[in-house]
């Protein structure tokens, strides 16, 4: 099968699909730092850009974890050669000085990726972070599933966007 070019991805494939989350949003963060259990819910200001020429997609945002005040940045990709979608995330409060890398294949519902990160024990063990982006009519929700290292997942973010 003949890979796609830009050119047509822009025109009709997943590239063109990514630019409906292009704009500027406003909305609600939720976090759970234990199983079932709502630790911060803060209001959430972002923007969604196309880079690049519409490779790639920025998303900055700004929010709070209680009284923290918290900035972060996804650089969103889709991958013609792989048929993957890529993002890069960093912020100041989950990431501290770490990038994680997260990619997904793509389907017809939503975009979804799974990156991982190592705890701070000795040795270290991986975690797994996966990242839901969809649309509920107009609203764009984003969630977050960390996956612990024996494998069981929980609701970790979630933030829900209306057009500002």
């Known amino acids: 099968m003949e890979k796609m070019s830009f050119a047509i991805s822009q025109e009709r494939g997943k590239h063109k699909d990514l630019q409906a989350f292009v704009g500027k949003w406003k909305g609600v963060s939720r976090v759970w730092l234990e199983a079932g259990q709502l630790s911060d819910e803060s209001p959430i200001e972002g923007t969604i850009e196309p880079v690049l020429d519409g490779r790639f997609l920025l998303h900055r945002y700004t929010t709070r974890f209680k009284d923290r005040d918290i900035e972060g940045l996804y650089l969103i990709g889709f991958d013609l050669q792989s048929n993957q979608f890529q993002v890069a995330w960093v912020d100041s409060f ?6 994680m890398f997260s990619k997904g294949n793509p389907n017809d519902q939503d975009f979804e990726v799974l990156g991982s990160f190592p705890d701070q024990q000795e040795p ?41």
């Open 124 to 164: 270290p063990q991986q975690w797994g972070w996966r990242t839901d982006m969809h649309f509920e009519g107009a609203e764009l929700v984003i969630v977050a599933y960390i996956i612990t290292p024996t494998g069981q997942s929980g609701k970790a973010t979630e933030v829900r966007y209306q057009p500002a």
């Open 94 to 99: 989950h990431m501290s000085t770490a990038i």
